[in-house]
């Protein structure tokens, strides 16, 4: 392959294309001429794989398209994604669009080049959601998403290079020790002085102000950093005492027989105890066995094999639409019967009047998860015929703020922490010996409060920035915890002889388990380490929220298998068309 310049000036290439630039859509400008020309002198053949990343009109995607590579190009607008498919499609050239972010790039590890040309336009602000701002702000020091691109790094594969352009007034030196950190050799190749457009004239001042512009400053200088990522870099492991190798993929292992085996994943789990059924993937079976005490049975214990009772299995029922809003649910006591007739009338409640029907309330009960759980349902689908504007009325905050105190004391009491933020996550990867698969429905008027009280705790850590560690706590819970789950579901699955449609998601059963073994690992040495290097005052919050998830979803747990070993439905009542006898109360 030849590293000379291929025919044609690379700075020429936009006008040699017909590009269309909707409004809205980041026009070709000296940012991307400056990689193009980057992109004229790089080495790769007809069969490279190019991920052009953050396309905007797909300028860069149509360069490479035109040397004959086989691009993929990504936007997390819908107006670039579509510009760039009318642009593909005006110049002949076979681009395959996406979109979203980094997150739409499964595959990463499958590119040979990618280019990248982040919003880099340094901002006090976060980044915005939507808009034409998307292509040009960048955050506080313009380094939001340039970080999040030299982190995606370290998933290229061994032979891959990164072509990223960005405004000095980033910081150059930033992203050089960021990508030298990966092992990978990243250079300057190029930079250029352009005259500032109109986002930056109109920023000047606050730029200058932040140290970042001199004052007679009138150019901006863009610099090109090459990345190759090394075959000689060598491959991170991490080790775990108790769980398996953490290897970055792609990885070949040739296990005792001769047999090699490969995976092209970005990060690998490699089984250590030999006990997984994928070896030498690990599926979690490294985990320790916790014997429970069976809970003495009301009725006839039935065999693992045997099948639901008949009375309990609803008929086959129509899809219902996603896109409908539940109705409001039926009311179970003082506290959601205000709360639902506030939600007919459009008007706040008596928050002083219900103060002292709160603290009266039992934290863990029908009436107070209901109305919790309705309130904080207002913030993602709402309820068909409910305002929408009735989300953020204040009487209503308030009335479910002293709900969220009530259920959080009760919380703190009952789930008080017995082990440290280093041991939290070991202690949920204990397994319980005669652990079974179990499922609820989501039916919100059905559902018990055990039930709901697993979906508002979600909300009440989530909501509140000053529950960030008990979120985090209880997201390592479901987490980790996910994979021994995944494959007792599938079991059940096929025991129960379930159709193609329920068992569609387990039918990769063995891969989505090799997945969790990673997230597991991933989890617990980059998201809650990482936040308690960052924050290691959260230790405590972290430790909490896994402790109030695990008490929560063991009291879900124990109703379910206490109604079901009773012959009797867990639900509050049957669902609609089933025969199954009114079996609700309120406990």
């Not at 290079?161 to 000095?168: D, E």
């Amino acid at each position: 392959m030849t590293t000379q310049p291929r025919a044609g000036n690379a700075e020429q290439l936009p006008r040699r294309c017909r590009l269309l630039a909707h409004r809205g859509v980041y026009k070709p400008d000296g940012d991307t001429a400056l990689l193009l020309r980057a992109l004229d002198h790089e080495p790769f053949d007809p069969r490279t794989a190019v991920l052009d990343l953050g396309t905007g009109s797909g300028a860069l995607a149509l360069a490479a398209a035109r040397y004959g590579a086989r691009v993929t190009a990504v936007d997390i607008s819908w107006r670039a994604v579509w510009t760039t498919r009318l642009n593909a499609l005006l110049n002949g050239a076979a681009v395959t669009v996406r979109r979203g972010d980094l997150g739409a790039v499964p595959d990463l590890g499958t590119f040979g080049l990618v280019l990248s040309n982040p919003p880099h336009v340094p901002s006090s602000g976060s980044l915005p959601l939507r808009g034409a701002a998307l292509a040009w702000e960048g955050g506080l020091a313009g380094r939001t998403v340039v970080d999040r691109v030299c982190a995606a790094a370290r998933a290229l594969r061994p032979d891959c290079t990164l072509l990223m352009v960005h405004s000095a007034l980033c910081g150059e030196d930033e992203s050089l020790e960021h990508l030298d950190g990966l092992g990978m050799k990243a250079a300057v190749i190029d930079r250029t002085f352009v005259p500032f457009g109109p986002v930056m004239r109109a920023r000047r001042s606050w730029l200058r102000t932040q140290g970042l512009l001199g004052r007679e400053a009138t150019m901006e200088e863009l610099v090109v950093i090459r990345a190759p990522n090394s075959s000689e870099r060598p491959h991170r492991i991490t080790v775990d005492r108790e769980g398996p190798l953490l290897v970055e993929g792609p990885v070949e292992v040739t296990d005792g027989e001769g047999e090699v085996h490969e995976s092209h994943r970005f990060q690998v789990a490699i089984c250590t105890c030999r006990r997984s059924r994928t070896f030498p993937w690990c599926d979690t079976s490294h985990r320790r066995k916790a014997t429970q005490e069976p809970a003495p049975a009301a009725g006839p214990r039935r065999r693992r094999g045997d099948m639901a009772p008949t009375h309990l299995t609803p008929p086959p029922r129509p899809p219902e639409s996603r896109t409908r809003q539940p109705e409001l649910p039926v009311p179970r006591g003082d506290l959601s019967s205000q709360v639902i007739a506030a939600l007919c009338d459009g008007g706040p409640p008596d928050t002083l009047a219900q103060q002292r029907g709160i603290t009266a309330a039992r934290p863990y009960g029908e009436d107070l998860q209901l109305a919790l759980y309705v309130l904080y349902e207002l913030h993602y689908q709402g309820f068909e015929g409910v305002d929408p504007e009735l989300e953020w009325e204040p009487g209503l905050l308030a009335l479910r703020r002293l709900l969220e105190q009530h259920f959080l004391a009760a919380l703190r009491l009952d789930a008080a922490p017995q082990t440290d933020a280093a041991q939290a996550p070991a202690d949920v990867q204990i397994e319980p010996a005669s652990y079974q698969a179990s499922s609820v429905s989501h039916c919100l008027g059905a559902a018990p409060a055990a039930a709901l009280a697993t979906v508002t705790v979600m909300s009440l850590f989530g909501l509140h920035r000053g529950l960030r560690g008990a979120l985090v706590g209880h997201f390592a819970t479901v987490e980790i915890t996910s994979s021994p789950g995944s494959r007792h579901l599938a079991n059940a699955l096929r025991r129960l002889d379930a159709g193609p449609a329920a068992q569609r998601f387990y039918d990769e059963h063995d891969e989505y388990v090799e997945a969790d073994a990673v997230h597991e690992q991933v989890v617990r040495h980059e998201v809650v380490d990482g936040l308690l290097r960052a924050e290691p005052f959260l230790d405590g919050d972290v430790v909490f929220g896994v402790s109030a998830t695990g008490f929560l979803e063991g009291r879900l747990g124990e109703r379910l298998l206490t109604r079901w070993r009773q012959g009797r439905s867990a639900l509050l009542h049957p669902l609609p068309d089933t025969n199954t006898p009114p079996q609700g109360d309120t406990s």
